[in-house]
Structure formats: structure tokens, C-alpha cells
């Protein structure tokens, strides 16, 4: 039997609005799903933007990104992005370089070492995703998706 989000937070009065409740519920468990992906990405030392900009930079290939192009994508928005940057150039995950046409514009790429953390995550993310989604059968997923898609859109 599921509990509903009331009784999850320990809540006595019922909320204000639906709309109250799909948020504070969409909160919940976003912050649950970043929780349990948190925990899969620690041993691995890397925390979920620095996953994000390596998935995103594996992407974007031998061209690479620069830091405006990697902010843009982001899943979540970050305040310092350099500094993000900087901490993964240190730990080897990415290389930073001048192009040669504009000495301002500094693309990052993903290292190898990079591309192996992801390749060592790739079963474990797959299996995390089947273990949060797996009982939605394909067309619930696809219903799940066009809502949220459809509340980012009216944003």
C-alpha cells in the first residue's frame, strides 16, 4: 500500500490546493531520486553536476564545450560553474584549452579518465534508473514525461 505525501511528511491539515500537493510532492520526490543517485555516484567520488557535465561533454565529443555552452545545459543551475570545472580538471576528469582563432573562448573536453568514470557507471545508472521507473510500464513513462515537459514549459 502506498502512503500518500500527508502522511510521508507527517502532515495534519490537508494541503491548500492540488496544486500545492503535485508540488510539494514533485519536490519530494525529486529530492528522494537525487538522494539515492548521490549515494550510487559517491563511491566513485564524483557528485551529480559533476556526472551531469561529463555525460554532457562526452556528447559534445573531440569539439567540446565552453563554460557558457556547458552552464546552458545543465540539468540543475549552477552559480560557479568555473570552479566546478576547476575541481574536475584537478581530479583529471577534463581538459581546458585556448582555442587558437580566439584566445578568450577556453574549451572543455572530457579526458579519458572521464569517460572511463562514466563507462564504470554506466550499469550502475541503468540499474538505478530500473529500480526508481521499472514498475511504470511504457506508457505511463511516456505520460510522466510529457506532464513534467509540460510544467517546465510553463515556466
Known amino acids: 500500500?502506498?502512503?500518500d505525501l500527508r502522511s510521508e511528511i507527517g502532515q495534519k491539515r490537508p494541503f491548500r490546493s492540488l496544486e500545492?500537493?503535485?508540488?510539494?510532492?514533485?519536490?519530494r520526490t525529486a529530492a528522494q531520486l537525487a538522494d539515492h543517485f548521490d549515494r550510487l555516484?559517491?563511491?566513485f567520488g564524483i557528485t551529480a553536476a559533476q556526472y551531469?557535465?561529463?555525460?554532457?561533454?562526452?556528447?559534445?565529443e573531440q569539439e567540446g564545450l565552453c563554460r557558457n555552452e556547458l552552464r546552458d545545459?545543465?540539468?540543475?543551475?549552477?552559480?560557479?560553474v568555473t570552479r566546478l570545472l576547476d575541481?574536475?580538471?584537478t581530479a583529471g576528469l577534463v581538459s581546458r584549452s585556448r582555442e587558437n582563432e580566439d584566445r578568450r573562448l577556453?574549451?572543455?573536453?572530457?579526458?579519458?579518465?572521464?569517460?572511463?568514470v562514466l563507462l564504470d557507471l554506466e550499469q550502475s545508472v541503468a540499474e538505478e534508473h530500473a529500480r526508481r521507473f521499472g514498475h511504470l510500464d511504457p506508457q505511463q513513462l511516456q505520460t510522466l514525461i510529457a506532464?513534467?515537459?509540460?510544467?517546465?514549459?510553463s515556466t
Open 1 to 3: 500500500m502506498t502512503r
Open 20 to 27: 500545492q500537493e503535485a508540488h510539494l510532492s514533485l519536490i
Open 41 to 43: 555516484l559517491k563511491p
Open 52 to 60: 551531469n557535465v561529463l555525460r554532457i561533454l562526452r556528447g559534445a
Open 73 to 80: 545545459r545543465l540539468l540543475t543551475r549552477m552559480p560557479d
Open 87 to 89: 575541481r574536475m580538471e
Open 106 to 116: 577556453v574549451r572543455t573536453r572530457i579526458t579519458d579518465q572521464g569517460r572511463q
Open 147 to 153: 506532464l513534467l515537459n509540460e510544467i517546465r514549459e
